[in-house]
């Protein structure tokens, strides 16, 4: 299924480092998805969490309004690895073994884990999906670049059964298991994509991060999106507002 150019996540953070790219995943001060320590809360918690309230180039948007242009192709060269997933209390993690990247432009990234949020935390003209993946990977200056996939319901998903049949179903919980997995499967056939300047989804919320978002979702049935909701809850960051950034999009 389609959205006029539908719909997948794809991000590349300019000038960001992974230690800071991890700081949302517990240092610095507490916060969640629900009431005191919620999204609207996060730039009151800590001053290196200005950026959540006063930042104009917040992450996820709404992606609609789009001008299309000739953007440049980016190469995916997944290889496979262990399976190792955590669960780090925001989200369910799979850690990812080294060798596999993407390149935009001539330059490198390499891959290092991905994610998931439920629901999606990037909308299309007001649609919420049920899942969104965000794969991050880091060039050798420690620039990184987030590829993220909306997940709408559909079919199941076979090439997800390995990690969902090892989600960790309490915080600080890791699972390993001896079977390989590819990331190349996850994500669907046509690579084009949406793009716009953007921030981490996450406190501190760290802007100048360039966000490349895919324009086809992948499928998940509506078991798989529930056996994931019922571990994380809701983890989803609320749209931002545009101001005055552009939206591209590829032809």
């Known amino acids: 299924m389609r959205f006029g150019k539908s719909v997948l996540t794809a991000a590349f953070a300019i000038g960001l480092s992974l230690a800071a790219f991890n700081a949302n995943a517990g240092s610095g001060a507490h916060w969640g998805y629900e009431g005191e320590h919620g999204p609207e809360k996060w730039g009151h918690m800590s001053g290196e969490y200005k950026a959540c ?68 935390e990037h ?28 997940v709408e319901n559909g079919q199941e998903n076979a090439a997800y059964k390995a990690i969902w049949s090892n989600l960790p179903k309490k915080a600080n919980e890791k699972k390993s298991a001896a079977v390989d997995i590819n990331a190349s499967e996850l994500l669907p056939k046509d690579k084009k994509y949406f793009t716009y300047s953007g921030s981490l989804t996450t406190p501190p919320c760290s802007e100048n991060v360039r966000w490349i978002v895919l324009q086809t979702p992948i499928e998940m049935s509506e078991g798989q999106i529930k056996d994931i909701q019922k571990i994380m809850h809701k983890n989803n960051r609320p749209v931002q507002k545009m101001h005055d950034r552009t939206l591209k999009i590829s032809k």
């Open 123 to 150: 909308t299309v003209a007001g649609k919420s999906f049920g899942n969104e993946m965000h794969l991050v990977h880091k060039n050798d200056k420690g620039e990184l670049a987030v590829v993220g996939v909306l």
């Open 53 to 120: 309230s006063e930042g104009k180039t917040q992450s996820p948007i709404d992606l609609t309004g789009a001008a299309a242009e000739e953007l440049a192709e980016i190469k995916f060269d997944y290889k496979a690895s262990k399976l190792n997933v955590v669960n780090n209390g925001h989200t369910v993690q799979v850690n990812y073994d080294n060798g596999s990247s993407i390149s935009v432009n001539g330059e490198q990234y390499n891959l290092v884990q991905f994610h998931f949020h439920t629901p999606s």
